[in-house]
C-alpha cells in the first residue's frame, strides 16, 4: 500500500526542514533524466534469530591463596600485570618453616651417620656365625667318630645358635635403621616443601586482575590473595530462556556482539550448563570465543543464535538516506524519483531490512546519485 498523499507531503517537509530541498523541476531537467539503478523489492528468507545477553569470562582463571599461615614481607605484582608460569608472586615470612627444614636435614643426617656403625655390626655378626658353623661341622664329625662329649657338642650347637641369633639381630637393626633413614628422606621433603609453600608461585601464564593483599598481611590458608586468567581462552556465558532449550546444541556457531570492542565474532557452544536458573527460568550457555585483541573477563557481550527463518523486504545500504531520526529511500515511480519515508529493521551485512514504507514489486534506488532529490527525472538503467 502506498503512502496517502497528506502523509508524503508531510515527509517532504520534514525532509526540507532537515536540509533535504526538493529540486524544482523544469522543463530542461525533465528532457535530462538522470540515469540510475533500481533494486526490484521481492520477499528474501532471512535467518529468525534469538538474542541473549551475557559477560565474557576467562576460560582458565584461578584464585591464590597460601598453602601455610604466615605474614606477608613481599608482594611482587599488582593488577593489570602480566606474569609466567612458576614465577613468584608472593613471599611469606618463613622462619619457623626453615626451621623445621633444618631440624629435619639435621635427623636425616643423624641417620645416615649411623649406617656405618650398623653395617660393621652385621659383618662382625656374620663373621662370628661363619665361624659357629665351621666350628659345628668339627665338633659334630668329632662326635660322630666318639671323640668329644656329649657336653662338648652340646656347646658347640649353643654357640652356633647364638651367632645365627647375633646375625639375625645385627640384620633387624640395619633394616631398622634404613626405615629411619626413609622416614628423615621423607620428612626432609615434607619440610622442602612447607618451606616452598612460603613463596607463592604462578600457576599458568596470565594477566593479574586482581589484588587483596599487602605486605604485612596474615595470610591464612585459603584466603584469597590473587586473581589470574589466562588471556589465551575466553569465552560468552549467557543465560537462555528455558523454553529455547531445544534450539541450542553443542558446537552450534553463534554470532557474538561486542559493543565495547565495535566487533562481531563467530563463536562456538562448548557448554550447556543442565541445571537451569529457577529464579530466571533460564540455563547457562557458554560460547568459545575467538583470540583477538583486547579481550578481557567483564566485557557485555551478545550472541545471536539461529532459530529458524522468515520472510523480510530488504533494501541496500547504500540506497538508505539518513537525517537524525528519519530514514528514507528514493524510489523510481514513472521516470521521477520519489522519497519514502521508512522504518528500518535488522542489518544483516550490505542489506537492511525494512519494517513499512514500501512494498514488494517496488523500484527502490541503488545506489542514490550525488544530488538526486525527491521529484527529479530519473531513467532506471541495468
Known amino acids: 500500500m502506498k503512502i496517502p498523499s497528506i502523509v508524503s507531503a508531510l515527509a517532504l517537509a520534514v525532509l526540507a526542514g532537515c536540509g533535504a530541498h526538493p529540486t524544482q523541476i523544469t522543463p530542461s531537467a525533465a528532457a535530462a533524466p538522470t540515469a540510475v539503478k533500481a ?21 582458565t582463571a584461578a584464585v ?37 627444614w633444618r631440624q629435619a636435614e639435621a635427623a636425616l643426617e643423624e641417620a645416615r651417620s649411623a649406617a656405618p656403625e650398623a653395617d660393621n655390626a652385621v659383618a662382625a655378626a656374620q663373621a662370628g656365625l661363619e665361624l659357629a658353623q665351621v666350628t659345628f661341622r668339627r665338633m ?10 656329649n657336653q662338648e657338642y652340646d656347646e658347640a650347637a649353643a654357640r652356633l645358635k647364638l651367632a645365627q641369633a647375633n646375625y639375625q639381630m645385627a640384620r633387624s637393626r640395619r633394616q631398622q635403621l634404613t626405615a629411619k633413614i626413609q622416614q628423615a628422606e621423607q620428612a626432609l621433603k615434607a619440610a622442602a616443601a612447607a618451606r616452598g609453600w612460603a613463596e607463592i608461585a ?33 569465552r560468552l556465558e549467557v543465560p537462555v530462556e528455558e523454553f529455547r532449550l531445544a534450539a541450542v546444541r553443542t558446537g552450534q556457531k553463534v554470532e557474538v556482539r561486542l559493543d565495547a570492542l565495535q566487533r562481531e565474532l563467530e563463536g562456538r557452544v562448548s557448554e550447556i550448563v543442565p541445571a537451569v536458573d529457577a529464579a530466571a527460568r533460564a540455563f547457562l550457555v557458554k560460547i568459545d570465543l575467538p583470540p583477538i585483541p583486547g579481550l578481557r573477563s567483564g ?34 515511480e514513472q521516470g521521477q524519483a520519489r522519497a519514502r519515508l521508512i522504518t528500518l529493521g535488522r542489518r544483516r551485512g550490505e542489506q537492511i531490512e525494512v519494517l513499512s514504507g514500501v512494498n514488494a514489486g517496488e523500484l527502490v534506488i541503488a545506489p542514490v546519485p550525488p544530488g538526486l532529490a525527491e521529484g527529479a527525472a530519473v531513467e532506471v538503467r541495468p
Open 299 to 332: 566485557l557485555y557481550g551478545r550472541a545471536v543464535f539461529a532459530v529458524g527463518r522468515r520472510s523480510v523486504l530488504a533494501v541496500p545500504a547504500d540506497a538508505v538516506r539518513e537525517r537524525g531520526q528519519l530514514a528514507w529511500v528514493l524510489t523510481a
Open 202 to 234: 604462578a600457576p599458568f601464564d596470565g594477566l593479574v586482575t586482581d589484588k587483596s593483599v599487602e605486605p604485612g598481611n596474615l595470610a591464612a590458608p585459603g584466603a584469597p590473595l590473587l586473581a589470574i586468567e589466562a588471556e589465551d581462552s575466553y
Open 140 to 149: 659334630e664329625d668329632l662326635f660322630s667318630k666318639r671323640s668329644i662329649s
Open 39 to 59: 533494486v526490484a523489492l521481492a520477499p528474501l528468507q532471512w535467518p529468525e534469530t534469538y538474542e541473549a545477553t551475557g559477560t565474557v569470562r576467562a576460560r
Open 64 to 100: 591464590i591463596a597460601a598453602k601455610v599461615m604466615g605474614y606477608v614481607r613481599e608482594v611482587a605484582v599488582r593488577p593489570g600485570d602480566r606474569v609466567r608460569r612458576g614465577q613468584w608472586l608472593v613471599r611469606l615470612e618463613a622462619r619457623e618453616l626453615e626451621a623445621a
